[in-house]
């Protein structure tokens, strides 16, 4: 799924935060080969075969990143 966030991060400030602390997202930007504006702060949350605790540790690691 999609989840839009707000921030004046970067995309690339953004997942790098996550992935310090062991959460791996890409952003929808990664995947844009358009000519228009590339679509900023929107990541791709791939949760196949994922549990509630990983659902809750994305959920509490991305606040500590959009907290910082």
Known sequence: FL???ETELSDRALTQGLLDRGVRVRCLS?????AGPRPEHCL???YTGATRDQ????RQVLA???GE
């Open 55 to 58: 659902a809750l540790l994305l």
């Open 64 to 66: 500590q990143v959009l």
């Open 30 to 34: 990664d995947y844009y080969h358009g």
């Open 3 to 5: 989840l839009e966030v």
């Open 44 to 46: 791709v949350i791939n």
